[in-house]
Nanobody, 124 residues
Framework: QVQLVESGGGLVQAGGSLRLSCAAS????????MGWFRQAPGKERDFVAA???????YYADSVKGRFTISRDNAKNTLFLQMNSLKPEDTAVYYC??????????????????WGQGTQVTVSS
């Protein structure tokens, strides 16, 4: 069982930056692939970024070059550094843990555990 708690969301102007964190419980954090997804009102939950247990990173085209995913296995924490934020980045951001998403690392149903989400609002 893995429990995930996100933090770091808030209100920021367009062009600004935020850093999201996701604290994970459990002693096997390093074995999980971790991902960030986001959901805007009235829309589906979309893939943002993921990092495998082997530290390979994946990004949605919409955030490439602006967002950076990283993990600190010693602290059981996942991060998402978000720069050059745009109003269209406004959403609830969720972190997720998957034991073996494989090629489905960008797909939400491949993940086993989810956090409660943190709101990110980017004003124009």
């Amino acid at each position: 069982q893995v429990q995930l708690v996100e933090s770091g969301g808030g209100l920021v102007q367009a062009g600004g930056s935020l850093r999201l964190s996701c604290a994970a419980s459990g002693r096997t954090f390093s074995a999980y692939a971790m991902g960030w997804f986001r959901q805007a009102p009235g829309k589906e939950r979309d893939f943002v970024a993921a990092i495998s247990s082997g530290l390979t990173t994946y990004y949605a085209d919409s955030v490439k070059g602006r967002f950076t995913i990283s993990r600190d296995n010693a602290k059981n924490t996942l991060f998402l550094q978000m720069n050059s934020l745009k109003p269209e980045d406004t959403a609830v951001y969720y972190c997720a843990a998957g034991s073996s998403p494989g090629r489905r690392i960008g797909v939400s149903f491949a993940y086993d555990y989810w956090g409660q989400g943190t709101q990110v609002t980017v004003s124009s």
